[in-house]
């Protein structure tokens, strides 16, 4: 168990510019997360993998947001025309379901978004 | 809609001053409630899931106990290092999406 990782840990673009960030979850699990975070904040949910399907995205995503999961295993998350607003901590955390009873998510220590 | 509701916002202890951390939810039908803690520049990092009211769990200095519209976070003879920021998740029926407060951020001093 290696843990979730991300990459790169920070970013920083000028407004309009695109990025991406990729995420690598714990090996065997089949769950895959991103959420947003800012200072002071909790996390925000952006959008959930179950393998490779993507079955949940949340309403406050933009269309200037989109992540894959190719083959069920790593994943990325794009940002187009970046936004000053989208200065964010962006964390991506795995999770493993085999019972009801073990829903704990493992997070990454996330990309830090600076726009500019 | 889901929520949570944390308080205090921020809290400072003195060494072995026992406190407690609340969560207030709203949601239809819980499926979890999850503490998690975050240190400065790091992913949450998982502590406690609570299913039904009544259960309690407990680790080192923490115990965490929820009722059917609150969780508390109860730690006992804190430490400088239980300093961090605490987060409370719900996850309800029929989503996937963990819906976290604000969290609460805790200084304990030596």
């Known amino acids: 168990d290696t843990g979730v990782s991300q990459d790169p840990r920070h970013k920083i673009t000028k407004r309009g510019q695109n990025v991406t960030f990729r995420c690598d979850p714990i090996?065997?699990?089949?769950?895959l997360y991103w959420y947003r975070q800012t200072l002071g904040q909790g996390p925000e949910f952006l959008t959930y993998?179950?393998?490779?399907?993507?079955?949940?995205k949340s309403r406050l995503l933009s269309d200037r947001f989109s992540a894959e999961r190719p083959k069920g295993s790593f994943s990325t998350l794009e940002i187009q025309r970046t936004e000053q607003g989208d200065s964010a901590m962006y964390l991506c955390?795995?999770?493993?379901?085999?019972?009801?009873?073990?829903?704990?998510?493992?997070f990454g220590s996330g990309t830090q978004l600076s726009v500019l | 809609e889901d929520q949570v509701t944390q308080s205090p916002e921020a809290l400072r202890l003195q060494e072995g001053e026992s406190s407690s951390l609340n969560c207030s939810y709203t949601?239809?039908?819980?499926?979890?409630l999850f503490w998690y803690r975050q240190d400065p520049g790091k992913g949450p990092e998982f502590l406690f899931t609570?299913?039904?009211a009544g259960e309690e769990k407990e680790k080192e200095r923490l115990k965490a106990t929820l009722t059917k519209k609150e969780s508390f976070l109860h730690i006992t003879a804190p430490k400088p290092e239980d300093s961090a920021t605490y987060l409370c998740?719900?996850?309800?029926?029929?989503?996937?999406?963990?819906?976290f407060g604000t969290g609460t951020r805790l200084k304990v001093l030596a």
């Open positions: 955390a795995s999770s493993l379901v085999e019972r009801s009873a073990n829903e704990k998510l493992f």
């Open positions: 090996s065997e699990h089949n769950r």
């Open positions: 993998f179950q393998n490779e399907a993507q079955l949940e």
């Open positions: 949601v239809s039908g819980l499926r979890g």
């Open positions: 609570l299913y039904s």
């Open positions: 998740a719900v996850l309800s029926s029929g989503t996937y999406k963990y819906i």
